[in-house]
């Protein structure tokens, strides 16, 4: 399984922005398809965007969408995340996720990449949004 590595988390007022990044160091991410997903104590994890491979097909829940961006750049075997005008509803720990053949799930409210096709996983980085 690959190695993820977050960063770019920290502290940041309401309204404010944050980019945070996924690399897995020794492994080519252009090969996997990449979730970005987000956890509180005591709340359930969610999934707030997704991107396959190539960059070219893009998944935001809706609770995200319009405010947050995700990309990637496969010569750089990095993808981002781009969080903006965040409210303290947005703290939590974002984590990347990466899987070989991930599918779609498409409802009346969203379409969102389906949480089980995502096989490998990192540790997460804090977003705390505070006044």
């Known amino acids: 399984q690959l190695h993820l590595v977050e960063s770019g988390g920290g502290s940041v007022q309401p309204g404010g922005s944050l980019r945070l990044s996924c690399k897995s160091p020794?492994?080519?991410?252009?090969?996997?398809?990449i979730a970005w997903f987000r956890q509180t104590p005591g709340k359930e994890r969610e999934e707030v965007s997704c991107?396959?491979?190539?960059?070219?097909?893009?998944n935001y829940a809706k609770s995200v969408k319009g405010r947050f961006t995700i990309s990637r750049d496969n010569t750089l075997n990095t993808v981002w995340l781009e969080i903006n005008n965040l409210t303290p509803d947005d703290t939590a720990v974002y984590t990347c996720?990466?899987?070989?053949?991930?599918?779609?799930?498409?409802?009346?409210?969203?379409?969102?990449?389906?949480?089980?096709?995502?096989?490998?996983w990192g540790q997460g980085t804090q977003v705390t949004v505070s006044s």
């Open positions: 991107i396959n491979r190539s960059g070219g097909v893009r």
């Open positions: 996720a990466a899987g070989e053949n991930v599918k779609q799930r498409v409802t009346n409210i969203q379409t969102i990449c389906v949480e089980d096709d995502f096989k490998s």
């Open positions: 020794g492994f080519n991410l252009g090969r996997y398809d």
